[in-house]
């Protein structure tokens, strides 16, 4: 242990990390320079209640889409909007399973209301299909469930929602057929127990929102009490489609 508060700053001075985002080098564990961490925008009040739609002006409320059809979620919340650098960031834990990443996106969090999500009884990841986690080496979702509740590993559970059709990425499809691409595509397990429980699902990016009201339809036909969403960023405009 002792070697390590030696050998940190030397090997910071050896090979300095650089700047994910600009280039400029950083020192210790970061992969954001200060200023491009300042860079990084957080969703703020006015918001919808329920899923999180950012308003211009005015106090949180409902928004129309949220009006007009009620969600299967109880609530959906983002750490971060999903603008340079947190894409940046969340494409090369996404795609590149880089984990140097986490501790990053770890300090992003640390303004966010978490209490939100104190009543959950267990946390679940959104799931890959088993051929895709092998094939990227990771589940994204799964690992920034231990990010956003570090001292929660106990309620972490990737066991209980399961997903049984390994579909097409969803990036360039429209709303209507990002539906159509995850129909049946998830499973609560058997074995899960989830009735009665308040769950949080966590997922990587809130887009349109199509794939956490699928996980969270299924979970609450499970008998689910509800279904709190909570995302590491969010696409602006999100939620309002
Ligand atoms: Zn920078
Ligand atoms: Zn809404």
Do not use: W
Not at 20 to 46: H, I, N, T, W
Not at 72 to 85: D, I, Q
């Amino acid at each position: 242990m002792q070697e390590g508060i030696f050998l940190r700053p030397l090997l910071d001075l050896l090979f300095p990390s650089v700047c994910a985002f600009c280039g400029a080098s950083v020192l210790g564990d970061r992969c954001l320079c200060d200023s491009c961490m300042e860079k990084v925008r957080y969703p703020q009040s006015p918001l919808c209640i329920r899923c999180g739609t950012v308003f211009r002006s005015g106090e949180d409320h409902l928004c129309g889409p949220c009006l007009r059809q009620p969600q299967p979620f109880a609530m959906a919340r983002s750490v971060a909007l999903y603008f340079p650098p947190v894409d940046i960031l969340l494409h090369r834990l996404k795609f590149r399973a880089d984990k140097t990443v986490l501790s990053t996106l770890s300090a992003m969090c640390i303004s966010f209301d978490f209490s939100l999500f104190s009543c959950c009884d267990l946390i679940l990841p959104v799931p890959l299909h088993p051929r895709r986690l092998q094939s990227r080496g990771m589940n994204q979702s799964l690992v920034l469930a231990h990010v956003f509740f570090p001292a929660e590993s106990g309620k972490i559970r990737s066991d209980c929602l399961l997903r049984t059709r390994n579909t097409p990425p969803q990036t360039g499809l429209g709303g209507r057929e990002r539906r159509k691409n995850l129909r049946d595509a998830f499973l609560v397990a058997r074995t899960a127990g989830i009735r009665g429980l308040s769950i949080c699902l966590v997922d990587d990016i809130f887009t349109t929102g199509t794939t956490v009201k699928e996980c969270a339809g299924i979970l609450m036909q499970a008998g689910a009490a509800e279904v709190r969403v909570l995302t590491m960023a969010r696409v602006a405009g999100a939620g309002s489609r």
